[in-house]
């Protein structure tokens, strides 16, 4: 017996859908350093990668051609265990679910290529990561403070940010 058309067509658009996850999922692992398949139900992403900060233009573009969606940009600030800032990169697809982690690393001197000439919501994301972390992201077309004030001289999101043990002491 047959299946009815509209499941047919359900579990032929869930077969492309795993096919066009698989090449962008190899595609993008070839410019990473490393590459895993995730647990969906367990960490919320189907595939996670750790990539060179320098090749976050060129994986961006990848998602952007396949029709992926910029979910976020935040940051991770690591600098005590690892000396550097993490950026970290989220995209899903609209169409069909399919979320990709990506990891970049920056010292947290450098700065970090903008993908805003690809996705214009990066924009706003790149701007609170610079007001929150201090990470600047070159090519940005106006990077500037956007919820701190502008002459705020403080990352609120940093770890060494307000910590107790830098307070003045009262004698």
Not at 60 to 76: K, N, P, S
């Amino acid at each position: 017996m047959s299946k009815p058309r509209a499941e047919a067509e359900h579990d032929s658009d869930e077969h492309e859908t795993e096919k066009m996850s698989r090449i962008l999922g190899s595609s993008v692992a070839e410019l990473a350093e490393s590459s895993e398949h995730a647990d969906y139900a367990k960490y919320g992403y189907h595939h996670v990668y750790l990539a060179n900060i320098e090749s976050i233009p060129e994986i961006t573009r990848h998602f952007f051609d396949a029709g992926y969606l910029l979910e976020m940009v935040t940051c991770q600030d690591r600098r005590d265990d690892a000396g550097t800032m993490r950026l970290v990169y989220t995209f899903n697809h609209l169409a069909h679910l399919d979320r990709h982690l990506v990891h970049a690393d920056v010292a947290a001197d450098a700065e970090a290529p903008s993908i805003t000439s690809l996705y214009q919501a990066a924009d706003w994301f790149e701007r609170e990561v610079y007001d929150m972390y201090g990470v600047r992201f070159s090519g940005h077309p106006n990077l500037k403070r956007i919820l701190l004030p502008e002459d705020a001289d403080f990352y609120a999101l940093r770890k060494d940010f307000g910590r107790i043990e830098d307070a003045p002491q009262e004698s």
